[in-house]
T-cell receptor, first 114, second 114 residues
Framework: AQSVTQLDSHVSVSEGTPVLLRCNYSSSYSPSLFWYVQHPNKGLQLLLKYTSAATLVKGINGFEAEFKKSETSFHLTKPSAHMSDAAEYFC????????????WGLGTSLAVNP | EAEVAQSPRYKITEKSQAVAFWCDPI?????LYWYRQILGQGPELLVQ????????DSQLPKDRFSAERLKGVDSTLKIQPAELGDSAMYLCASSPDRVAETQYFGPGTRLLVL
């Protein structure tokens, strides 16, 4: 069965510094992986997705993620944090097989300090 | 830009009462999902519709929860009777495809059961 593990429940960075949110996955198949963001009082929004094309995936708002099969990782990065990036981030894997549904990590809360 | 609509945004109820949530997906999206998100956790799929048919309700507590999408457009999720442990965010999402890769989320309904 597919699963994801977000290695940090909370990350705090200063504005203008790099962001790294870590995610490891477990999958018997070639996985489809996603990062979603949830701002307070707003709906979940897709940041980016990996579906077996290029291993470096660029998303919205300057975020990108790299699929590393050898490390079973899909870490989310951004070169320079902005105050508006403060939110909850979820790493997600698409469950393969007949029952195709999203399997969610527990989330990483990102705080951006001025 | 089209969005998924949900109402109400907030609901406070007493245990043993009935509550209902409504979702209107993006026009033309055949697939509709209801999720429950407990504070500090990722969303958990409750039920998935393809048009008016239930595709997956394996995690729906059927003794108290029900969901319908009679005309294959908007949907209602009901809880009767509500229990304290039902306090959570209830999210609706829709997708233009059947494989769940790209889901668009509504703002959610936050339920508090007293």
């Amino acid at each position: 069965a597919q699963s994801v593990t977000q290695l940090d429940s909370h990350v705090s960075v200063s504005e203008g510094t790099p962001v790294l949110l870590r995610c490891n996955y477990s999958s018997s198949y070639s996985p489809s992986l996603f990062w979603y963001v949830q701002h307070p009082n707003k709906g979940l929004q897709l940041l980016l997705k990996y579906t077996s094309a290029a291993t470096l995936v660029k998303g919205i708002n300057g975020f990108e993620a790299e699929f590393k099969k050898s490390e079973t990782s899909f870490h989310l990065t951004k070169p320079s944090a902005h105050m508006s990036d403060a939110a909850e981030y979820f790493c997600v894997v698409l469950n393969a097989g007949n029952n195709r549904k999203l399997i969610w990590g527990l989330g990483t809360s990102l705080a951006v300090n001025p | 830009e089209a969005e998924v609509a949900q109402s109400p945004r907030y609901k406070i109820t007493e245990k043993s009462q009935a509550v209902a949530f409504w979702c209107d997906p993006i026009s033309g999206h055949a697939t509709l999902y209801w999720y429950r998100q407990i504070l500090g956790q990722g969303p958990e799929l409750l039920v998935q519709f393809q048009d008016e048919s239930v595709v997956d309700d394996s995690q729906l507590p059927k003794d108290r929860f029900s969901a319908e999408r009679l005309k294959g457009v908007d949907s209602t999720l009901k809880i009767q009777p509500a229990e304290l442990g039902d306090s959570a965010m209830y999210l609706c999402a829709s997708s233009p495809d059947r494989v769940a890769e790209t889901q668009y989320f509504g703002p959610g309904t936050r339920l508090l059961v007293l």
